[in-house]
């Protein structure tokens, strides 16, 4: 097990991809930025790769099926935390289709971290707000390196 800690995110690599959490630092301070969330705001990300998702989604979510990112908002009175975002690394290389399997992670890592701030897609409106800011954010990330 891998635990790094940075100021905005507390990093568990559970699998044997080599990804570094300076690939999610930028996203994560863009998104906390266009929020007008408090700076010292702070995520923990999970990545896995062994289908330990699939328990989480059938027993918070009740959905009995394997899923590429999972997330859960915190709500603690005085604290930054945003929530937990966890992320199965055998999905996301399954579903990439062109892009490397760092940018599929990202792209994973900005729809849940918008989950954590309660943005949902299970209602015509909340999918087309969703949407929209998943399409801002990463336009605002891919004027920079996505491949850092």
């Known amino acids: ?9 507390l990093f568990n690599n559970n699998t044997q991809e080599k ?6 630092l930028r996203i994560f301070e863009i998104v ?11 995520v923990n990300l999970t990545l896995s790769e062994d289908g330990s998702i699939k328990k989480l989604n059938k027993k918070y979510l009740a959905r009995d099926e394997i899923t590429d990112v999972i997330s859960f908002t915190a709500d603690i009175p005085g604290v930054n935390f945003l929530g937990d975002i966890i992320i199965d690394t055998y999905v996301a290389r399954q579903q990439k289709e062109s892009r490397t399997l ?4 990202q792209i994973l890592f900005l729809h849940g971290l918008l989950h954590c ?3 949902d897609h299970l209602s015509v409106e909340g999918k087309k707000l969703m949407c929209y800011k998943e399409d801002m954010y990463l336009k605002k990330f891919t004027g920079e390196d996505i491949k850092s």
């Open 19 to 24: 990804v570094r959490i300076d690939h999610f």
């Open 102 to 105: 760092i940018e599929e992670l």
């Open 32 to 42: 906390i930025h266009g929020e007008s969330l408090h700076p010292d705001s702070f």
């Open 1 to 9: 097990m891998n635990i790094r800690k940075t100021k905005s995110i």
């Open 117 to 119: 701030l309660d943005y």
